[in-house]
């Protein structure tokens, strides 16, 4: 059974710094590439970091580019998500996603999502 959780939410004051983990349990987390995604009310889910299976280059979204990093610790199956000088823009649910292709079949996986609100 795979299983996805995300920690490290809460509530933080504009300018603040929060670090989110997600422990991936049931998959060769080595294999698979790791990506952070949120949703705010009323908004799409959105697109924010990821890192490729084994490491490597990251991605961005424009909008938190130079304020987060993604990062992976394969020994210990946990991705995370160090999140600098943030803005009430970035108040969300974060998610993380566990993405590999078997076969010819794209894998995805999903965590329950974090809260993170940033005050003005």
């Known amino acids: 059974q795979v299983s996805l959780v995300e920690s490290g939410g809460g509530l933080v004051q504009s300018g603040g710094s929060l670090k989110l983990s997600c422990v991936v349990s049931?998959?060769?987390?080595?294999?698979?590439?790791m990506f952070w995604y949120r949703q705010s009310p009323g908004k799409e889910r959105e697109y924010v970091a990821a890192i490729p299976a084994g490491g490597g280059a990251q991605d961005y979204d424009g909008s938190v580019k130079g304020r987060f990093t993604i990062s992976r610790d394969d020994a210990r199956s946990t991705v995370f998500l160090q999140m600098n000088s943030l803005k009430p823009e970035d108040t969300a649910v974060y998610y993380c996603n566990a993405a590999a292709r078997i076969g010819v079949e794209l894998v995805n996986y999903w965590g329950q999502g974090v809260q993170v609100t940033v005050s003005p």
């Open positions: 049931g998959v060769t987390f080595s294999t698979y590439a």
